[in-house]
Every structure is written in C-alpha cells, then in structure tokens.
RNA sequence: CGGAGAGUGGUGUAACGGUAGCACGAGUCCUUUGGGAGGAUUUAGUCCGGGUUCAAAUCCCGGCUCUCCGACCA
C-alpha cells in the first residue's frame, strides 16, 4: 500500500484522553478510532493487525478440529430463560432491547446458542466429540470500560464449544486447547502463562486464564517462573516470594493481562437445555461441554502493551499490518521511479510493503515508521541507489545494514 | 455503582469576569530533503441546558462525556 493513499494520518501527540500504552501508540499511529469509551473503530492499519491475529487462531482452530460458524448478535430472551441467564449471572451485562413482544440480547457470550443448535442436529455418540467456534463482535455492559483495547464494551472475541460423550474425552481435548492457545500466543510474539482461576460458581474444579505478564494488566497473578505453577490473585492462598507448591522455586507475583479463558462446563447447560444423545449402549445422556474464549482485539492491545518503546508499537512478525515499511528519501523524479518499480517488485513476490511514497522530510518519515512498528524498515536514497542498495533496518535493533534489492525478498522470508 | 480529576479547532495548549490566541495537523502554491524543514495563503474551537452579570471559556446549578482508583468481570 502506498503510505500517500493511507486516509489516516499520524499525531504527534498522544490524545490526552487516553492514559494506557495501546491506546496512546494504536491512536497516534491511526489503528484505531475512538466513538466512546471501550468502543473503537479499526482503521484500515488496525483492521490488517487485528485480521491477522484472527487468522492466526483460525488456523490453530482448525488444526484442533474446529468448526467455524458465525451465530446471530441478536439473542432471544426465550432461550436465556431456559438456562435463567436472562437476569442472573452474565445476563447482567446484556445490552437488551425490545421489539414489539419480543425481548432480544446482543450476544455477550454464546452457550445458549451453540447449544440450541447442537441438540438440534447432534443425536448419536457416533457424532461426537464436536468442536465449533466462530470469531464475532461481542457486546457486553462494562461498568467501567478501559484501558484502550484491554476492556471494551464492544469487542472482538473467539468462541470455541466442544461437546462430548464422556468426561475422558473431553479432558483430552481440553488439554489439546491449552496447547493450541499456548501456540497461538506464541505466534503472536507473547508468552501465555496458563493460571488457575476460579471455578465461576457453578465449576467445582478450576477454569483457567491464560495470561500475559504486563503492567498495563489489571489481573495480578502468582505464578512459578518454571511455569508449572500459576494462580490468578483473587484465588490464590499463597504469596510471591513463598516457594512452588510443585518444584520449589520461589513464586512470582505480577501484574498481567488476561487474554483467554477456558471452562470446563460440564453438563450445566446441556441440563438446561436438554441436549441429550444417545451412547452406545442406548442410554439417553447428557452431553458434556467445554467452551474456551480468546479475545483477538484484546490480544492486539496486549501486544503493544509488551512490544513498544518510546517511539512507539513494535509488532511481531505474524501480526504486523505490512511486512516491509518501504521507505523513499529525497524525492526526486528519479527516485521515485526507481522505488515503486522496487515497491511493485516485492509485492510480486508476496511480500505485503507499505511505501512511504509521501513528500515528506526524512525525520517525518523515520518518526511514522517507528510509532507504526513495522518489524522491517528498507530505506532507499540516491546514496544507497547508487550501489544499488537500500538500507534495511528491525524495528527491534539499532543496527542498520546495507543490502542488495535484488536480496530484499529474499531476507524477508 | 462508590471515590478522584478533567472537558477550548482534527491534536496539544493559552486567555484576571471584558477582542477566543498560539503550535502542530489538514487544504492550495512555491522552495526544501538522511531523524518531525521554510515562506505565502486558507480552514477549523469554548461539551449540552439553565442561572448570576452591562458582559461568562472563566462564577453557580443540572446534565452528558472522558481518564484514573475501587467494586464488578460466565
């Protein structure tokens, strides 16, 4: 994309109504607009980032038999009074509004729906175990909305639902998701720590969160550097600086950003609902749930709140909205030429480039560049054209290098 | 929902109760080009509603919104 052509424009202040790191870089770069609190417009640069975490956890999905499908926003009452959700529990955080006779909910969360569906068409034990997930704006009453992209009142978020004949079975699976998110995460360039959290009234054992060290969090967890201890603060009975229930080392106690949930449901919904099938012997039996949710938007804010400096964003590779920031000094006839036959030339090869096609100062540019965090800078200049050069520098290193544009593709991949 | 703070062009700021100004941005033109360049010209603002006053961005009341702390967060 030609950087000319971007109708969003970078400030060079940050907007002194946002106080958290993801919002003041997402904002100033131009990822995002603000309509209210917790409530933002992706920008074509923002919409690019967040596509790419989506993909990445679609991906990751299907590689753990997923099933993608998208539900309704639109919620009827009818089907949260079967599980007396309407007015209990999340059903408090319901937007809600009336039609004629009909009450309908914007999805907060979606085990009434799954469900439904599922007893519609899932009857055998020969049909499971199943697994289904969609990726779709979730809104939910925040009383306080916050932080920029970490709490908002309208959001994006991955649900996933498997159902299953036996508890076996879905422990297996279960323990298949925390894998999977762990790999999710870690495409994402963040380190997920899995913690113990509780068992949300209805939940004997634990749930668990999968969280992300970072000061701009506002959970606080204890956890085992050697990762195989972790606990989200609210439940925890021990202390940082107290030794590993497990291995003996001496926990940790920090701050951190919570970036998915898991649920072991059990039959609390398919009891509700009465979704039954029948096993193998005849029996009419309950089906077994699990739901597990990853919030893509709020992923993209934990991203910058861990990978910035005072310049700005500094995206991992898989997430960036441009693989390449290209961009032309000196913008001379000649020059230009030269650097859009070298920008078309990598985007024949696959490579996604943002050109800074701009006339515009050197420094304007560098400045765009950094606070826009695009891993890989190439800069071309008469200087490095008459070597038949540019400069190529990572937005994480200091150090910039000369390198043939014939090889550029080439380091890219 | 409790507590604290704050609302002035797109962004950041200034103005004792007395002419709403500055910088950046954006638009047009010219010059410039290795870390946010210069000139000319244009654009655009006091959150909303009441009140006090000869006069309100400024004082008072009510509302709305935003930020932060807390509560909440299947």
């Not at 007396?84 to 529990?89: A, G, L, N, V, Y």
Request: aromatic fraction near 10%.
């Amino acid at each position: 994309m030609r950087q000319s052509q971007l109708f969003t424009k970078t400030l060079k202040e940050a907007p002194k109504d946002e106080k958290s790191i993801n919002a003041k870089f997402l904002r100033r770069a131009g990822f995002i607009y603000k309509e209210m609190a917790g409530t933002y417009t992706y920008l074509p640069l923002g919409l690019r980032v967040l596509r790419k975490i989506e993909n990445i956890i679609r991906e990751e999905m299907e590689n753990i038999s997923g099933q993608e499908l998208l539900m309704t926003v639109f919620q009827p009452r009818k089907i949260w009074e079967e599980t007396d959700r309407w007015s209990k529990e999340i059903g408090k955080v319901m937007y809600k509004t009336r039609e004629d006779n009909s009450e309908i909910g914007l999805g907060p969360t979606h085990e009434e729906m799954i469900t439904d569906i599922i007893r519609n068409y899932i009857k055998s034990y020969k049909d499971l175990p199943i697994a289904i997930f969609q990726i779709q704006t979730k809104f939910r009453k925040e009383p306080r909305a916050r932080s920029g992209l970490l709490r908002g009142r309208e959001f994006d978020m991955k649900d996933l639902y498997s159902f299953h004949d036996s508890e076996e079975d879905f422990k297996k699976y279960y323990e298949q998701v925390k894998k999977s998110y762990l790999k999710i995460l870690k495409r994402c360039g963040l380190s997920g720590i899995i913690t113990e959290a509780s068992g949300a009234g209805f939940i004997k054992g634990f749930t668990h969160e999968f969280q992300v060290l970072s000061e701009g969090g506002e959970d606080t967890i204890i956890y085992c550097p050697k990762r195989d201890f972790a606990q989200n603060r609210e439940i925890a009975k021990l202390r940082g600086g107290r030794k590993c229930p497990i291995c003996g080392r001496i926990l940790k106690e920090e701050k951190s950003i919570e970036v998915g949930n898991i649920f072991p449901l059990g039959t609390k919904y398919s009891k509700a609902m009465n979704a039954y099938f029948i096993d193998r012997s005849g029996l009419r039996k309950l089906m077994i749930m699990g739901c597990y949710g990853l919030g893509p938007s709020r992923t993209m804010g934990a991203i910058i709140e861990v990978h910035h400096d005072e310049k700005g964003i500094i995206w991992p590779k898989e997430v960036a909205p441009f693989q390449i920031h290209l961009i032309q000094i000196e913008n001379t006839q000649k020059l230009k030429k030269t650097a859009a036959k070298f920008y078309q030339d990598l985007q024949k090869q696959g490579i996604e480039v943002l050109y800074d096609d701009r006339d515009r100062t050197p420094g304007e540019k560098f400045a765009d560049a950094d606070l826009i965090g695009i891993p890989i800078r190439i800069v071309v200049s008469e200087r490095t054209l008459a070597k038949n050069s540019a400069e190529i520098k990572k937005r994480s290193e200091k150090k910039v290098e000369l390198i043939k544009l014939s090889q550029v593709g080439k380091y890219v991949k």
